[in-house]
């Protein structure tokens, strides 16, 4: 409780963002300051880098350009799977913990605002498990795909790709986030956003027209992006409306949070 009083005070910001800039160091502490980051970087070497080990390297040399495709493929459609799987389950007890244990209702007590409460977390979390899941395994990838075919990916299309990854990442962040300060059950919260996850997996077969609307088509436009194939007509629309999503998510935490009496 001491150290983290000493990084409430004296507070910073103004007006609803009162005490931001002490809750980014309180929740950078949370991530860079443990070994939590240091768990998450060998857990996604392992888990996604580790995963593309087992994708034929060995037919890669004798057929590159088609393995590398199939490296990029598998490093957003599998991959992209468990990372998002991995922001919901790493993220669910950011509000919800806080609330059970009356974290939150302390450092509250402070001059910090609900909104730089939530934003803080939002921002850090986001940027945190980007760089742990996101950028650390995309230099790995890189390096794989050189060791298994002697060629790389055109790293302007996989940027590309890349950025719809992380689209999905933070509507998923974000939906966690509002469910945390709605519901009081862990169960509840990664349940219901994982179910969303599976649901895109399984839904858009029966009612093709859901792909237009949700952000369940993110993955395959980071892999056509990422192999540099055409994208769809309809990819505008499901970019704008995923970042109104998100957006709305956001404000629903704000919204939600405020109304909750400590």
């Known amino acids: ?29 949370s991530w860079w300051r443990t070994r939590r980051a240091l768990y998450h970087f060998i857990m996604w070497l ?44 790493a993220t669910q007890n950011t ?8 974290t939150a209702e302390w450092v509250l007590s402070k001059p910090v605002t609900r909104e730089a409460f939530l934003l803080s977390k939002l921002l850090v979390n986001g940027l945190s498990f980007i760089g742990l899941a996101v950028l650390i395994p995309s230099v790995a990838f890189f390096l794989q795909t050189l060791f ?14 890349a950025a719809f990854h992380i689209q999905q990442l933070l509507f998923y962040l974000a939906l966690t986030m509002a469910l945390g300060t709605f519901f009081n059950s862990r169960g509840a919260v990664s349940g219901m956003a994982i179910g969303l996850v599976f649901a895109g997996l399984i839904l858009p077969n029966f009612f093709p027209w859901l792909w237009d609307y949700t952000p369940w088509q993110l993955p395959s436009l980071a892999y056509f992006a990422a192999v540099g194939r055409a994208l769809p007509d309809g990819t505008a629309p499901v970019v704008i409306l995923t970042g109104l999503y998100t957006l709305l998510l956001v404000l629903l935490a704000f919204w939600r949070f405020n ?4």
């Not at 009083?5 to 002490?22: C, E, I, K, R, Y």
């Not at 880098?49 to 459609?77: H, K, M, S, T």
């Not at 298994?148 to 790709?161: K, S």
């Not at 109304?259 to 400590?262: G, Q, T």
Request: net charge negative.
């Open 1 to 29: 409780m001491a150290t983290t009083s000493l990084q409430l005070q004296p507070a910073s910001g103004h007006g609803w963002l009162t005490g931001f800039v002490n809750m980014i160091d309180k929740e950078y502490g």
């Open 46 to 89: 392992l888990i996604i880098n580790g995963f593309l080990l087992l994708v034929g390297f060995d037919a890669g040399r004798q057929n590159p350009w088609a393995a590398v495709d199939d490296l990029i493929e598998v490093f957003f459609r599998v991959g992209g799977l468990f990372a998002t799987i991995g922001v919901i389950v």
């Open 95 to 102: 509000v919800l913990a806080e609330r059970e244990l009356g």
């Open 148 to 161: 298994a075919t002697y060629l790389q990916p055109d790293i302007d299309a996989f940027l590309l790709g």
């Open 259 to 262: 109304r909750e009496e400590f």
